[in-house]
C-alpha cells in the first residue's frame, strides 16, 4: 500500500526541538513545504555539446511552501504569534518588526521530515459566503532533515472552525454585507545564503496588509467607492461562535478606487482591494483573539 495522505500528520514546536518532544498538532489540508535543491554546472566550452557528471557539484537548497488550515480558535492561539511577531498580551496579539523562528515537523507516512529555522513570509485568510474560514502560511525556512523516527503521540484540537456567516464587517463606519473576503499579512522575508549550503539568515523587509473584499454596489455601499487616502478610514471583521472571537482591527483602510462595472444580467458587485496602514501610534493592525469555550 502506498503512502496516503490522510494519514499524514503536522506539528510545529520551538527551534531545535526532538521530535518525540513536540506538543502542537494541528489538522491541516495540504502542504507544499519542501526542499529544492540547485546542482552547479560548470556548462563551459569542451568541444561537445554533452554536460559531464564528473564536472557538477550539489549548490545551495531553499526551503519553503505552503501549509494550509480551516482556522479554529485553539489553532489561531498558536499560529498568530507566528505570524505577527508578538506574543499574546491579555487575548491581543500585536505587530512587531522582528519573527520568531519555528521548525515544522511533517508526517509523509514512510519519513517524518522536519523542517528547522522557519519563519511565515505570507499568512492569507480567506472566507466566502457558506464557507469555512481559512488560513494559509507561506513558510520560509533553513534546513531538511528526514529520519525515521516515529511521530509523537500527539491529538489535534476539535474545537469548531469558523464560518463566514460568524463574520460582522464594519467598514467605514457601517456594518456591510459582503459575499467573500481575503486579508494577508506579507512579511516579505528575503533568506540570504553565504558562504554555507543553506540560508544563514531569514530578513523581514517589509510589512503590508492588504484587505479584499466583495459587496453588492448599492445605495447602502455607494460611500466605499472614494476611500482612498483622504477617505480612508478604520475597518474590524469580528468572528463570534459563542464565547469564541477573533477581532481584525485596522487603524486606516485605503481602497484606491476601482469602478464598478457591468458584466451581464447579474448583479452588479464592488471590489475593493484595500491597504492597510498605520494611523498616528496605531499600529495597522490588531488581532484580538478569545479561544475560550
Not at 24 to 31: I, K, Q, R, V
Not at 43 to 55: D, F, I, N
Not at 167 to 172: G, I, Y
Not at 175 to 204: E, G, K
Request: net charge negative; aromatic share 8%; hydrophobic share 40%.
Amino acid at each position: 500500500m502506498g503512502s496516503m495522505g490522510h494519514q499524514s500528520r503536522l506539528s510545529l514546536a520551538a527551534g531545535g526541538t526532538a521530535i518525540g518532544s513536540y506538543t502542537e498538532a494541528y489538522e491541516f489540508l495540504a502542504e507544499s513545504l519542501r526542499k529544492q535543491l540547485t546542482i552547479v554546472d560548470t556548462a563551459g566550452l569542451r568541444g561537445t555539446r554533452s554536460h559531464p557528471a564528473e564536472r557538477t557539484r550539489d549548490g545551495t537548497y531553499a526551503i519553503g511552501g505552503g501549509l494550509q488550515f480551516h482556522a479554529t480558535p485553539a489553532m489561531l492561539d498558536l499560529l498568530l504569534p507566528r505570524i505577527l511577531g508578538a506574543n499574546e498580551a491579555t487575548d491581543v496579539f500585536a505587530l512587531a518588526e522582528t519573527l520568531p523562528e519555528f521548525d515544522v515537523l511533517i508526517d509523509r507516512v514512510a519519513k517524518r521530515f522536519v523542517y528547522a529555522g522557519c519563519q511565515v513570509n505570507r499568512a492569507t485568510f480567506r472566507a466566502a459566503a457558506g464557507g469555512p474560514l481559512e488560513l494559509d502560511l507561506d513558510v520560509i525556512g533553513k534546513t531538511e532533515v528526514v529520519s525515521a523516527t516515529a511521530f509523537p503521540s500527539i491529538t489535534a484540537p476539535v474545537d469548531p472552525p469558523y464560518v463566514w456567516q460568524d463574520c460582522v464587517c464594519t467598514v467605514n463606519g457601517s456594518a456591510r454585507v459582503v459575499t467573500q473576503w481575503d486579508l494577508t499579512i506579507d512579511n516579505a522575508l528575503n533568506a540570504r545564503f553565504s558562504n554555507s549550503q543553506t540560508a544563514t539568515d531569514i530578513h523581514s523587509t517589509d510589512r503590508i496588509v492588504t484587505v479584499n473584499l466583495t459587496v453588492p454596489y448599492t445605495s447602502s455601499e455607494v460611500d466605499l467607492y472614494g476611500v482612498n487616502t483622504g477617505g480612508a478610514a478604520a475597518a474590524t471583521f469580528v468572528f463570534t461562535n459563542g464565547n469564541y472571537s477573533t477581532t481584525f482591527s485596522i487603524a486606516k483602510l485605503q481602497i484606491p478606487d476601482q469602478s464598478p462595472v457591468v458584466d451581464g444580467r447579474g448583479e452588479i458587485l464592488l471590489q475593493l482591494q484595500g491597504v492597510a496602514k498605520q494611523s498616528s501610534t496605531t499600529k495597522e493592525l490588531v488581532i484580538t483573539h478569545d479561544s475560550t469555550a
